[in-house]
């Protein structure tokens, strides 16, 4: 999906396509459009915050609405669209999830299966990280549905996790003004750059464990017999 092309006066033409249609609801709804925007990424991933976002800033920096605004409603509007996804993944279960992924266009099974992972590999925690991580971002709250992860608080790490991306994206948007259309390049590198060192990170984590079972599994082996085989060797020895 490809954002409005900057022009090299440093002025902007008016954005067609997704960000078109995204302006125009803001220009209408104002704050509360950008918040029903996010909602609806939320719920249909293909939809990029890293255009959205960057344009809500842009929007604010004209003046056509508040930053604060801006922030709190995109907020609202990603926990509402994770409690959609929530409530999919609790009353429907993990089979008709999956069929129900494999329907949606530009979304794959696969792409659940691996929101599942990582809710399984780093537990909750991953609702509050998760919401930096594209496609992840929306249906790490799948599974956190299908785990009937506590309500209270899945949606206070979806508030603060969304918060922070909404800021850092929000906030360049409305910095660079006219050149809003930068940060999905940026976004992008940034992006994969963290993805790195997660697998890093994960790859280290199960070297130690690997390296912390073989430890154990050695140790076992070379440990002395228990009292009771001690006992039993001893009396089979004749007086």
């Known amino acids: 999906m490809t954002s409005a092309t900057v022009a090299s006066t440093g002025t902007s033409p008016a954005p067609d396509g997704i960000a078109g249609w995204a ?5 209408a709804l104002g704050a509360p459009g950008a918040g029903l925007i996010v909602a609806l990424e939320h ?8 255009v959205i976002l960057p344009l809500a800033g842009f929007s604010a920096g004209k003046g056509r609405m508040a930053l604060w605004e801006v922030l709190v409603w995109t907020t609202l509007g990603a926990v509402a669209g994770a409690l959609v996804l929530y409530g999919l993944g609790a009353l429907l279960g993990r089979e008709r999830i999956h069929a129900l992924a494999a329907k949606v266009p530009l979304v794959k099974p696969s792409d659940v299966e691996k929101a599942e992972d990582w809710f399984d590999r780093h537990g909750r925690r991953t609702v509050l990280f998760g919401r930096m991580v594209p496609v992840i971002r929306s249906l790490i709250s799948v599974p956190a549905g299908l785990e009937r992860m506590p309500l209270a608080t899945f949606c206070a790490l979806t508030a603060i996790g969304s918060l922070v991306w909404n800021t850092l994206l929000v906030v360049a948007g409305y910095l660079l003004g006219d050149n809003w259309s930068r940060v999905e390049q940026y976004v992008g590198t940034g992006t994969n750059i963290l993805l790195g060192l997660a697998a890093a990170a994960i790859l280290l984590w199960a070297g130690r464990r690997v390296a912390e079972n073989r430890r154990s599994s050695s140790g076992d082996g070379n440990s002395p017999a228990p009292d009771g085989d001690r006992n039993s060797t001893t009396s089979g020895k004749p007086s």
């Open 43 to 50: 719920v249909f991933p293909p939809l990029p915050s890293e």
């Open 23 to 27: 302006m125009g609801l803001m220009d």
